[in-house]
């Protein structure tokens, strides 16, 4: 069992930058795969990046590419989202989740994961 805990949305301008944190209670954090999704309003839940737990392997949808980075700390439990060169179509709730499984072509779909953040929102203005 493990629990997620989010920080660090908030409100940016475009083209600045934030880090999200998500924070995992739980002593076996470093087998789970962790991915970041997010979800705009009236859009459904998107794929955003996700990270191996032992091979640290990363993957980023399309949008995203060369401007976040997914990253994680398995001593502190902790998996991070560092955005930069935000965008306003980057406005939405951000959550992490995760999946005791390794990476794979189906770790871009939600119904993948087992364990769900309760999101952060994450508001870039023009």
């Known amino acids: 069992q493990v629990q997620l805990v989010e920080s660090g949305g908030g409100l940016v301008q475009a083209g600045g930058s934030l880090r999200l944190d998500c924070a995992a209670a739980?002593?076996?954090?470093?087998?789970?795969?962790m991915g970041w999704f997010r979800q705009a309003p009236g859009k459904e839940r998107e794929f955003v990046a996700v990270?191996?737990?032992?091979?640290?392997?990363?993957d980023y949808a399309d949008s995203v590419k060369g401007r976040f980075t997914i990253s994680r700390d398995n001593a502190k439990n902790t998996v991070y989202l560092q955005m930069n060169s935000l965008k306003p179509e980057d406005t939405a709730v951000y959550y992490c989740?995760?999946?005791?499984?390794?990476?794979?072509?189906?770790?871009?779909?939600?119904?993948?994961?087992?364990?769900w953040g309760q999101g952060t929102q994450v508001t870039v203005s023009s």
């Open positions: 989740a995760g999946m005791r499984r390794p990476y794979s072509s189906s770790s871009r779909y939600s119904s993948s994961y087992t364990y």
């Open positions: 739980g002593r076996t954090f470093s087998s789970y795969t």
């Open positions: 990270i191996d737990w032992s091979t640290f392997t990363t």
